[in-house]
């Protein structure tokens, strides 16, 4: 894989960092590019190395198993980092990724006088990030380095880019929403998801391109906020861990995880009565039946986080799920233990803890649908079972497939 020395390129009032990509061997159509976007404003602070493109394509790289060319110059911290976060991702990943070499055309440290000092974290408007971008407001965080200033909300990782209306409508919320507490939203368009699309595993792929995101933005930003996905007693191999996050910062940019000692039922608990999270919450993967302020309230991940604000007595407070919420939503979630989930039975002891009684058979109800869930993908053939998957979710109707960007 070459990818080539990045540009700059000013567009329809847009900045936008980009690189070409040329593959080897691969069978798949992928953009011919992969790239950034900022508005205009935020020129200044645009990265014009290859940090960026290294950390976010390398997964990539390992899927189809070829070693890395860069054309233009790479921090030699980042570079040591890769060498560490492509082992650990081997070693968890033995089936589906390969050890590749990394060759950049010169290392060079990031300039101490190119760098900001701001603080800023990725945020999506869901349960982890509300909760990071709550816990470094100041009211939270004392130490001025780390309160957090800017809140980039990606396009092009979970929302498709050919899903303009329902990006638009959260961002123009969002701003409303954390402009007062002194957070300015930072809009980026990217197409890396395009990339892993049909080659790789979002939950593998997408860590070095949420560091990715940062480092495309390495002269605004010093600290760079990543929100964890599982807590210490959840943790399974995954694309963000803390353990590997911080091996994608450089000289000048460094990657915090954040809130890995915190369970999902506690971090809903220190949002339920944050006025933000009440207006913007948004969880949903249902994109067929989202709506543009409102989650869909039937997929997993809704059930899973009404089932939460309910148990904690706030669900009444948020304005993005649909009402009436009973018991039948509670008993309809099916968690997913194949993917290592414990956020049921954290629920369950923090009903009980609570005195909060009346939850605990419809809880039940859903833990047995998850056992039962597990026990049949155990028992299918392995074969039978990825055989299914594409026949349920065929590559060809994936919104991330590059067709629809033509």
Same mark, same amino acid.
């Given at each position: 894989?070459?990818?080539?020395? $990045?540009?700059?390129?000013?567009? +329809?009032?847009?900045?936008?960092?980009?690189?070409?990509?040329?593959?080897?061997?691969?069978?798949?159509?992928?953009?011919?590019?992969?790239?950034?976007?900022?508005? @205009? =404003?935020?020129?200044?602070?645009?990265?014009?190395?290859?940090?960026?493109?290294?950390?976010?394509?390398?997964?990539?790289?390992?899927? &189809?198993?070829?070693?890395?060319? #860069?054309? !233009? $110059?790479?921090?030699?911290?980042?570079?040591?980092?890769?060498?560490?976060?492509?082992?650990? *991702?081997?070693?968890?990943?033995?089936?589906?990724?390969?050890?590749? $070499?990394?060759?950049?055309?010169?290392?060079?440290? &990031?300039?101490? !006088?190119?760098?900001?000092?701001?603080?800023?974290?990725?945020?999506?408007?869901?349960?982890?990030? !509300?909760?990071? #971008?709550?816990?470094?407001?100041?009211?939270?965080? $004392?130490?001025?380095?780390?309160?957090?200033?800017?809140?980039?909300?990606?396009?092009?990782? +979970?929302?498709?880019?050919?899903?303009?209306?329902?990006? +638009?409508?959260?961002?123009?919320?969002?701003?409303?929403?954390?402009?007062?507490?002194?957070?300015?939203?930072?809009?980026?368009?990217?197409?890396?998801?395009?990339?892993?699309?049909?080659?790789?595993?979002?939950?593998?792929?997408?860590?070095?391109?949420?560091?990715? &995101?940062?480092?495309?933005?390495?002269? *605004?930003?010093?600290?760079?906020?990543?929100?964890?996905?599982?807590?210490? @007693?959840?943790?399974?191999?995954?694309?963000?861990?803390?353990?590997?996050?911080?091996?994608?910062?450089?000289?000048?940019?460094?990657?915090?995880?954040?809130?890995?000692?915190?369970?999902?039922? @506690?971090?809903?608990?220190?949002?339920?009565?944050?006025?933000?999270?009440?207006?913007?919450?948004?969880?949903?993967?249902?994109?067929?039946?989202?709506?543009? #302020?409102?989650?869909?309230?039937?997929?997993?991940?809704?059930?899973?986080?009404?089932?939460?604000?309910?148990?904690?007595?706030?669900?009444?407070?948020?304005?993005?799920?649909?009402?009436?919420?009973?018991?039948?939503?509670?008993?309809?979630?099916?968690?997913?233990?194949?993917?290592?989930?414990?956020?049921?039975?954290?629920?369950?002891?923090?009903?009980?803890? =609570?005195?909060?009684?009346?939850?605990?058979?419809?809880?039940?109800?859903?833990?047995?649908?998850?056992?039962?869930?597990?026990?049949?993908?155990?028992?299918?053939?392995?074969?039978?079972?990825?055989?299914?998957?594409?026949?349920?979710?065929?590559?060809?109707?994936?919104?991330?497939?590059?067709?629809?960007?033509?």
């Amino acid at each position: 894989m070459i990818i080539h020395k $990045p540009e700059v390129i000013f567009k +329809d009032d847009k900045v936008i960092l980009s690189a070409r990509v040329e593959f080897e061997k691969l069978q798949i159509q992928k953009p011919e590019s992969a790239w950034f976007s900022f508005p @205009e =404003k935020y020129a200044p602070f645009v990265s014009d190395r290859g940090d960026a493109f290294a950390a976010s394509m390398l997964p990539i790289a390992m899927a &189809v198993n070829e070693g890395i060319q #860069m054309e !233009s $110059p790479l921090s030699p911290l980042l570079a040591c980092g890769l060498g560490e976060y492509q082992s650990a *991702l081997k070693n968890w990943f033995p089936d589906e990724l390969h050890v590749v $070499p990394i060759n950049a055309a010169a290392y060079e440290h &990031v300039p101490e !006088s190119l760098a900001d000092k701001s603080c800023a974290a990725l945020f999506s408007g869901g349960v982890d990030s !509300s909760f990071t #971008m709550r816990m470094h407001l100041p009211e939270y965080q $004392p130490l001025s380095d780390f309160q957090v200033q800017y809140g980039i909300f990606v396009q092009g990782f +979970d929302i498709a880019l050919q899903d303009q209306k329902f990006y +638009d409508a959260y961002l123009q919320a969002f701003s409303n929403q954390l402009a007062p507490k002194g957070v300015r939203i930072v809009p980026c368009r990217t197409n890396l998801h395009y990339f892993s699309s049909g080659l790789l595993n979002w939950g593998i792929a997408h860590g070095g391109m949420l560091a990715g &995101v940062g480092l495309a933005l390495d002269k *605004l930003i010093r600290y760079f906020l990543i929100p964890s996905s599982y807590s210490l @007693e959840e943790l399974i191999p995954w694309g963000s861990t803390p353990m590997t996050d911080h091996w994608l910062s450089t000289e000048t940019f460094k990657v915090i995880h954040h809130g890995v000692t915190f369970s999902r039922i @506690e971090k809903v608990e220190a949002i339920a009565d944050w006025e933000p999270a009440q207006h913007i919450l948004r969880v949903c993967i249902n994109e067929k039946e989202r709506r543009e #302020m409102q989650n869909c309230s039937h997929c997993e991940k809704c059930l899973r986080t009404m089932t939460m604000l309910e148990v904690c007595q706030a669900l009444g407070r948020f304005h993005t799920f649909q009402a009436p919420f009973s018991w039948a939503q509670i008993m309809r979630w099916t968690p997913n233990y194949d993917a290592g989930e414990v956020w049921l039975p954290q629920v369950l002891e923090y009903a009980r803890s =609570k005195g909060r009684k009346k939850y605990i058979f419809p809880l039940y109800i859903a833990h047995l649908r998850g056992r039962a869930m597990r026990i049949i993908r155990r028992l299918t053939p392995r074969p039978l079972f990825l055989q299914l998957k594409r026949k349920l979710f065929p590559y060809e109707s994936n919104s991330f497939n590059p067709k629809y960007l033509e």
